[in-house]
């Protein structure tokens, strides 16, 4: 959805626009609309957390400008950052190193990256693999907050299903490329869900 893996059949629209078709220039412009966090969090370990943060802007100014935010921060985009931050409730860590902070630290600054970026579309890879069971219910309802506060779409993938159910109005079911179901939660029962997980082989059996 964000044009990082072409389709190797069928196309991808997003807006009604194919984005195979899409210039290297108009692709990179549509990217910076979508704010990706990747589950591994994508982030420089060795700098400054307001570094890391600032970094969403990248692709979306010039080359120069890029260099120049990175080397000496406008005040502004620092201030903008640390609003972010405290509201992700890591504010004091603006100016600690990445790699100094703990796992759960790590990815609260990939948001901030993301949201930093002002998206129109929030894509989350498997955000609950570096959290905890206890905390991964307020996670999501986290991101569903910052999605509702922006306008944002959100869009997260996830291997929990029951999780899945319980959080969110629309699920996806995904399987080697095929779409299994598009629907509503409550109308997903047990034929749609061995569907998804059966293993190839076994035809239906559990």
């Known amino acids: 959805m964000n044009g990082l893996v072409a389709p190797t059949r069928g196309r991808a629209l997003l807006g009604g626009r194919d984005l195979s078709s899409l210039t290297p220039k108009a692709l990179s412009k549509w990217r910076a609309r979508v704010g990706y966090i990747p589950q591994d969090f994508g982030l420089v370990p060795n700098v400054r957390v307001h570094r890391n943060v600032l970094a969403g802007r990248i ?3 010039s080359f120069f400008t890029s ?44 948001i901030a990256r993301a949201l930093f970026q002002e998206p129109h579309a ?23 907050e910052l999605a509702t506060e922006g ?23 995904l399987r080697e490329g095929e779409l299994l179901f598009d629907a509503d939660p409550k109308s997903i029962g047990d034929e749609e869900l061995d569907a998804l997980f059966r293993i190839p082989g076994n035809h239906g059996q559990s």
Do not use: K, M
Request: proline share 4%.
């Open 67 to 110: 260099v120049r935010s990175a080397l000496l921060p406008p005040r502004e985009s620092l201030e903008r950052a640390h609003e972010i931050l405290e509201r992700l409730g890591i504010e004091e860590h603006l100016f600690r190193r990445t790699d100094s902070l703990s796992g759960g630290e790590q990815q609260r600054v990939a």
């Open 151 to 173: 306008g944002l779409t959100l869009i997260v993938s996830l291997h929990n299903v029951e999780l899945a159910r319980s959080q969110f109005s629309r699920i996806v079911g």
């Open 59 to 61: 692709g979306t100014e």
């Open 122 to 144: 929030l894509l989350a890879d498997e955000p609950l693999a570096s959290v905890d069971p206890t905390r991964a219910r307020a996670l999501l309802e986290l991101l569903q």
